[in-house]
Structures are given as C-alpha cells and as structure tokens.
C-alpha cells in the first residue's frame, strides 16, 4: 500500500491550499481515510477524516475553515484548507484506515 501527499507549500495567512493524497495498492473505497498534522516536539493530531460513507469529522480547530472530500474513482482524499492561520504550520501527513498505513507528509507553512 502506498499513499503520496502533496499540495503543500507556503502560503501567507487567510490563504488557501488544497492537499492531495493518492492511494495504490490496495480497495480505496472501503477505508476510512483522513489527514494528520504534527509540528516538531509535539503529537501527531488528528485534522479529519471521511468514513467510506462519506461521513466526515474535523478537529475543533479547522471546523468552519478546512474541508475533507474523496474521490474513489481516482483513490485519492483531498483537504480543502481556507482562511490558514500561522497556527496551522505543520506536517500533514494522509491516513488510510484510521492510522493503519502512513503517506509521506506534505509541509504546510503559513506566514503571518
């Protein structure tokens, strides 16, 4: 199983960036997928997932601002990310199956 990221970048406060994560090797549309952030010294958190159903979850702290999709004919999970905040600077890194397989991680930098 692999998952690439990308779409990360460097954007300035109340910009937007659209993540991107492609699945391989394995039925994508079965799995809960969902996007993960850490920054150094601190615990991978959860940014939100989407069940196979659809059904989506976001941490408090993106509610209202980040939106989570999939396309399951391209086996890919996408993170629409609007209004950033300095706050959101971190890795983000794509889960398949609630943390059971690891894409690379894609670097998001918000300037302020």
């Known amino acids: 199983v692999q998952l690439q990221a990308s779409g990360g970048g460097l954007v300035q406060a109340g910009g937007s960036l659209r993540l991107s994560c492609k699945v391989r090797g394995t039925n994508f549309s079965i799995y809960t997928v969902g996007w993960y952030r850490q920054t150094p010294g601190k615990q991978r958190e959860l940014v939100a997932t989407?069940?196979?159903?659809?059904?989506?979850n976001y941490a408090d702290s993106v509610k209202g601002r980040f939106t989570i999709s999939r396309d399951n004919a391209r086996r890919t999970v996408y993170l629409q990310m609007n209004s950033l905040k300095p706050e959101d600077t971190a890795a983000y890194y794509c889960?398949?199956?609630?943390?059971?397989?690891w894409g690379q991680g894609t670097l998001v930098t918000v300037s302020s």
């Open positions: 989407i069940s196979s159903g659809g059904a989506t």
């Open positions: 889960s398949l199956g609630s943390g059971q397989y």
